[in-house]
């Protein structure tokens, strides 16, 4: 079930034993999901229970501790042989587990890396962690580790993110389709997963935004669909998924017709995304993208409407959420841009006192040599797809 070659993988974990030896460390705690599945291909919704890999900096094997559940799971998914549980029961402590690996490896005293900043390390747990290993060895937030390495994305990872953004483009298709007039949300939204699923690919880790009316100035999901009336507005945020890579795109489309105040913030919203879009190459920091977003809606009078961030980085992500962060996009945010870099640009005005909404986004791929980046959406940028 490995969706790369054993190679990749290979790398991978080298790639990540050369960043512990520049940060000294002698072990990494792995806890973020999304790490797991990029260095072993380890893929399971189990991280919402105690689950850790050890990674030591030399050459032996990774361990996984994991529960009984997901035995199976870790041996057909994953490259990893060395499998170890942990049982349920009242009053269990997975850490003594993880101590006895810890002192096989013979990493008492030793500096260790934790990835502190993942949901598959709850605040319970992470105490446990402490409470266990603070006069056992060094532990340090490593965080950013594996993350740093899953910034920029090999020739395979582009070719699923290429999948994913098809299916995004077929999804939004779908779902244009069918909104209109006197249509019920939930229609809208089941039109859009078939096109993901029967084209091969998963349940995106999240949403989709989608809201009509009052519910078009939310960017992020909630419950409670209703239908869609004579003359409305629907905005749609969404992903496609493949092998777990996210592609997004995001719309808002008037219904019956666009009023006034609708065409002038789109022809705003589209001014800044192209701007947006143009910033994005290689030579430029992550933050002057957001540079770009803020100084042409801000010279068009929409200062006090949009965001204050203009997207952020896609990959391979797990539930609760696609935005595979950090890095978000932010004035300010240092991170150079480099060739290979997947983010998804997005442009939001949001008018609370009028009850307006406009947006417009797409997943785009950086490339070298100072080009622009590519655009991974076949759909034309048009929002005001009039239904």
Same mark, same amino acid.
């Given at each position: 079930?490995?969706?790369?070659?054993?190679?990749?993988?290979?790398?991978?974990?080298?790639?990540?034993?050369?960043?512990?030896?520049?940060?000294?460390?002698?072990?990494?705690?792995?806890?973020?999901?999304?790490?797991?599945?990029?260095?072993?291909?380890?893929?399971?919704?189990?991280?919402?229970?105690?689950?850790?890999?050890?990674?030591?900096?030399?050459?032996?094997?990774?361990?996984?501790? &994991?529960?009984?559940?997901?035995?199976?799971?870790?041996?057909? &998914?994953?490259?990893?042989?060395?499998?170890?549980?942990?049982?349920? +029961?009242?009053?269990?402590?997975?850490?003594?587990?993880?101590?006895?690996?810890?002192?096989?490896?013979?990493?008492?005293?030793?500096? @260790?890396?934790?990835?502190?900043?993942?949901? *598959?390390?709850?605040?319970?747990?992470?105490?446990?962690?402490?409470?266990?290993?603070?006069?056992? /060895? &060094?532990?340090?937030?490593?965080?950013?580790?594996?993350?740093?390495?899953?910034?920029?994305?090999?020739?395979?990872? @582009?070719?699923?993110?290429?999948?994913? /953004?098809?299916? +995004?483009?077929?999804?939004?298709?779908? #779902?244009?389709?069918?909104?209109?007039?006197?249509?019920?949300?939930?229609?809208?939204?089941?039109?859009?997963?078939?096109?993901?699923?029967?084209?091969?690919?998963?349940?995106?880790?999240?949403?989709?935004?989608?809201?009509?009316?009052?519910? +078009?100035?939310?960017?992020?999901? +909630?419950?409670?669909?209703?239908?869609?009336?004579?003359?409305?507005?629907? &905005?749609?945020?969404?992903? *496609?998924?493949?092998?777990?890579?996210? /592609?997004?795109? #995001?719309?808002?489309?008037?219904?019956?017709?666009?009023?006034?105040?609708?065409?002038?913030?789109?022809? /705003?919203?589209?001014?800044?995304?192209?701007? #947006?879009?143009d910033a994005a190459r290689v030579g430029n920091t992550i933050g002057q993208i957001d540079d770009a977003h803020r100084a042409t809606y801000d010279a068009a009078g929409f200062e006090k409407t949009r965001m204050s961030a203009c997207g952020y980085s896609l990959g391979a992500t797990y539930s609760p959420s696609w935005m595979d962060v950090p890095p978000m996009l932010h004035s300010g945010n240092p991170t150079p841009i480099v060739p290979g870099m997947i983010l998804f640009l997005h442009a939001i005005l949001i008018d609370a006192p009028r009850n307006l909404a406009m947006s417009a986004g797409y997943t785009i791929l950086t490339r070298a040599d100072g080009q622009a980046p590519e655009v991974l959406s076949r759909l034309p940028l048009d929002a005001l797809i009039t239904r």
């Amino acid at each position: 079930m490995l969706h790369f070659e054993r190679s990749e993988f290979d790398q991978r974990i080298a790639a990540a034993r050369r960043l512990m030896r520049r940060d000294g460390l002698d072990a990494l705690l792995i806890f973020a999901q999304e790490s797991h599945y990029y260095l072993t291909g380890f893929d399971t919704k189990g991280y919402v229970f105690f689950q850790c890999a050890v990674l030591t900096v030399d050459d032996s094997p990774v361990t996984l501790l &994991t529960r009984r559940p997901d035995l199976e799971q870790a041996r057909r &998914t994953s490259i990893i042989d060395d499998i170890r549980l942990w049982y349920d +029961a009242p009053g269990i402590d997975p850490t003594a587990e993880l101590q006895v690996i810890l002192d096989e490896k013979g990493l008492k005293g030793c500096k @260790i890396g934790v990835e502190l900043r993942s949901f *598959g390390l709850t605040g319970d747990n992470h105490e446990r962690l402490r409470q266990r290993f603070d006069d056992y /060895a &060094t532990m340090i937030d490593a965080s950013h580790l594996v993350r740093e390495l899953r910034l920029v994305k090999s020739d395979a990872e @582009i070719a699923y993110v290429r999948e994913a /953004a098809e299916l +995004a483009d077929q999804s939004l298709e779908a #779902m244009v389709e069918a909104s209109g007039p006197g249509v019920f949300e939930g229609k809208i939204a089941a039109a859009g997963i078939s096109p993901i699923l029967e084209g091969g690919g998963d349940m995106p880790p999240s949403g989709p935004v989608l809201g009509s009316g009052d519910r +078009a100035l939310l960017v992020r999901s +909630a419950t409670g669909y209703r239908t869609l009336d004579d003359v409305d507005q629907l &905005t749609i945020e969404h992903a *496609g998924s493949y092998r777990h890579y996210c /592609a997004c795109l #995001m719309r808002t489309i008037t219904i019956g017709r666009a009023s006034d105040q609708h065409l002038e913030m789109f022809a /705003a919203t589209r001014d800044a995304i192209a701007a #947006m879009t143009d910033a994005a190459r290689v030579g430029n920091t992550i933050g002057q993208i957001d540079d770009a977003h803020r100084a042409t809606y801000d010279a068009a009078g929409f200062e006090k409407t949009r965001m204050s961030a203009c997207g952020y980085s896609l990959g391979a992500t797990y539930s609760p959420s696609w935005m595979d962060v950090p890095p978000m996009l932010h004035s300010g945010n240092p991170t150079p841009i480099v060739p290979g870099m997947i983010l998804f640009l997005h442009a939001i005005l949001i008018d609370a006192p009028r009850n307006l909404a406009m947006s417009a986004g797409y997943t785009i791929l950086t490339r070298a040599d100072g080009q622009a980046p590519e655009v991974l959406s076949r759909l034309p940028l048009d929002a005001l797809i009039t239904r």
